[in-house]
């Protein structure tokens, strides 16, 4: 059986929330110690100039510019309304785009794109069709074009959350929503750590809730593995992460182990363990990987396995596939700052 643990805490006195699944760090939230946008925050924002041959704008917000893409019929001036969606790379602009989210525990508010959608985890049909009439009552009279989407935590919700959660989601929405005029702010901020966790973490059943046990449960050690380069295997081999100012490099690496299975073994180790890797440490962008030496007819395999670990990540993937050199390419979307930034 799967044991969910969350634990709230600090570190280096800045709150933090972690999700540890079996013992293993699973995923980390940490707050941020500056000003700069973070994913989920809603900005009202100018329209600055327009980059040609780059099929984007770029837009002033409070403290700096931000990166709208396709942003056809946009005019120098306007005022709108973005989201973050992504850490800023270095000085770069800050992704931004104009489709909002208002993101709660039960549901999620989507303007611009409208229907009542329900998480495909729940699966009896009868509470599905008893979430939808909760939601077409509670959602009737808003904006044509907003839609609303059921979360998997409805499942084990009474009826009364659900309808609370819906009505506070859609007034935050439309609150926000008709805030359209002055200059560059912060209308809506992105959730602390903690506030976050209980959001997103919340979706499958969790065991225990600890509080400041960081150091007392071992997260502290665990968070400090994820600061290192080398990632050791149970097998014996090993694989190095490093950020680089272009890409990411992950190089895989068999150690002792010279039988004729041992680079396959040491890349499907490798595989499985990279998406938990890149997440928790807040790499994303272009990451190149140099897979151990494998015969050629062993890709086939590994790609199945990197499609199937890739296939439940929240961020944006694309597996690109591998080059002439036998290197592996993918994207991965920078939805956070990186862990080695954060606690610099």
């Known amino acids: 059986m799967t044991v969910r643990l969350i634990h709230l805490d600090q570190i280096r006195g800045r709150e933090a929330a972690a999700l540890i699944v079996d013992g293993l760090l699973e995923d980390l939230l940490i707050a941020a110690d500056n000003d700069q946008p973070l994913p989920g925050a809603i900005y009202r924002v100018v329209v600055d100039r327009q980059m040609k041959g780059q099929g984007g704008v770029f837009v002033r917000m409070p403290n700096g510019s931000g990166f709208l893409r396709q942003a056809s019929g946009l005019r120098p001036g306007q005022t709108i309304l973005v989201q973050v969606t992504g850490a800023a790379e270095g000085s770069k602009a800050t992704p931004v785009t104009t489709r909002l989210l208002f993101k709660s525990r039960l549901c999620i508010v989507t303007p611009g794109a409208p229907g009542i959608n329900i998480s495909r985890r729940i699966r009896d049909e009868g509470l599905r069709a008893e979430l939808t009439i909760i939601a077409q009552g509670l959602m009737a009279g808003i904006e044509e074009d907003t839609g609303l989407i059921l979360r998997s935590a409805c499942e084990e ?23 359209i005029n002055g200059g560059p702010e912060l209308l809506l901020d992105a959730p602390a750590p903690h506030e976050a966790a209980w959001r997103d973490w919340s979706d499958q059943p969790v065991d225990e809730v600890i509080e400041n046990g960081f150091a007392s449960h071992g997260v502290l050690e665990q968070i400090d593995d ?99 050199l036998g290197l592996y390419e993918l994207v991965r979307k920078r939805d956070r700052l990186p862990l080695a930034d954060v606690l610099a």
């Open 226 to 324: 994820f600061l290192r380069a080398r990632v050791d295997f149970p097998s014996g081999g090993h694989m190095m992460i490093e950020a680089t100012s272009a890409l990411i490099a992950v190089d895989v690496n068999t150690g002792p182990d010279t039988t004729p299975a041992a680079g396959l073994k040491a890349n499907i180790a490798a595989a499985r363990d990279l998406p938990r890797q890149l997440r928790l440490r807040g790499l994303g962008g272009q990451i190149v990987v140099d897979f151990a030496p494998m015969v050629k007819r062993d890709r086939a395999t590994l790609d199945q396995v990197l499609r199937a670990a890739f296939r439940g990540e929240a961020s944006e993937t694309s597996l690109v596939g591998w080059t002439g």
């Open 157 to 179: 919700a009474d009826d009364g959350a659900i309808a609370d959660d819906i009505a506070a989601t859609r007034a935050l929405a439309e609150a926000v929503a008709a805030d």
